[in-house]
């Protein structure tokens, strides 16, 4: 009980740091965007899913991803199981800017070898947005 | 009041525990990891290998790892400021000077450790390069409770 106490006042701490929701990290990115050129289209899920699968220097988002990122993935290099990418398929993903920050930081850098722009993370989070819960195979 | 055998194991371990603790506190009482600290170290090495526990390394090699997380074993791993300071109190690392953190020489390995040689010289190179296994960096495969800090014998299970 006590225990379920302490998790509950964590959790509850943690939603009211994390108070982003997919929504609202896609329009932070498109207002950075629309902010460096006036003529910004607007993000793409097009574009986002073209993002997502194409291979940098080594690796694309879907090396650990999956081609599908409704589904589990696993780390390329420790085989580690990784969640979900797709909010559909899991909530816990982009309700906090610093652990999207983080994310972008990283694996933008493993995967292209420089960070990402606010065009192409909107892109990419419209793409994920885009994919609605997976239907049954 | 109890006798000798109406005591169970579980509770000379949780006095024990208790004990220990109480008497660790009253020593160390700012710098000693907190349960934020352990959070932070699952969710942030947690999220791509086992949060390997402080014991693997020696704290040297740690503080080597720590101060080159961009460059970490082919990935950039980078950390902001907070989760990096709460890492290295529950990895016991002490913040690398200059000298400490080359960008040349290679990062430490678990697994080049003659302790880790020894104790996995029965397991055949086949068997590490099972699918369900892939790389000797993911313990979890065969030590089910790794993720805990346990690496029992009797909790090995390799899988087929």
């Known amino acids: 009980m006590k225990r379920a106490v302490l998790l509950l006042t964590a959790v509850c701490a943690g939603a009211a740091v994390h108070a982003e929701s997919p929504g609202s990290l896609l329009e932070t990115y498109r207002a950075a965007a629309a902010a460096q050129s006036v003529a910004y289209p607007g993000p793409s899920a097009r574009r986002g899913d073209d993002f997502f699968h194409a291979r940098g220097k080594e690796w694309s988002c879907a090396s650990c991803h999956t081609a599908d990122p409704r589904q589990p993935g696993r780390h390329a290099v420790t085989g580690k199981a990784i969640r979900a990418l797709a909010p559909a398929a899991n909530p816990d993903r982009f309700n906090s800017r610093e652990k999207t920050e983080k994310w972008f930081k990283r694996n933008c850098n493993d995967t292209l070898g420089r960070e990402c722009t606010s065009e192409e993370k909107a892109d990419l989070i419209a793409y994920l947005l885009s994919l609605g819960h997976r239907s049954a195979p | ?160």
Request: net charge positive; charged share 25%.
């Open chain 2, 1 to 160: 009041m109890k006798t000798i055998t109406q005591i169970r194991p579980a509770d000379l371990v949780a006095w024990s525990v208790a004990t220990l603790f109480l008497a660790v506190a009253s020593h160390r009482p700012v710098v000693a990891a907190t349960t934020d600290d352990r959070a932070v170290l699952q969710s942030e090495c947690g999220s791509c290998h086992v949060a390997y526990p402080a014991k693997l390394l020696p704290p040297a090699a740690w503080s080597q790892v720590l101060g080159r997380l961009d460059q970490h074993y082919g990935v950039d791993a980078s950390l902001d400021a907070t989760s990096a300071a709460a890492v290295s109190r529950q990895l016991h690392a002490p913040r690398a000077s200059g000298a400490q953190v080359t960008r040349t020489t290679p990062l430490p390995r678990i697994t080049r450790s003659s302790w880790f040689r020894d104790e996995h010289d029965e397991v055949r190179a086949d068997t590490w390069r099972r699918p369900a296994v892939k790389s000797a960096a993911n313990c979890d495969a065969c030590h089910r409770d790794a993720a805990r800090g346990d690496f029992e014998e009797d909790n090995i299970r390799i899988p087929r």
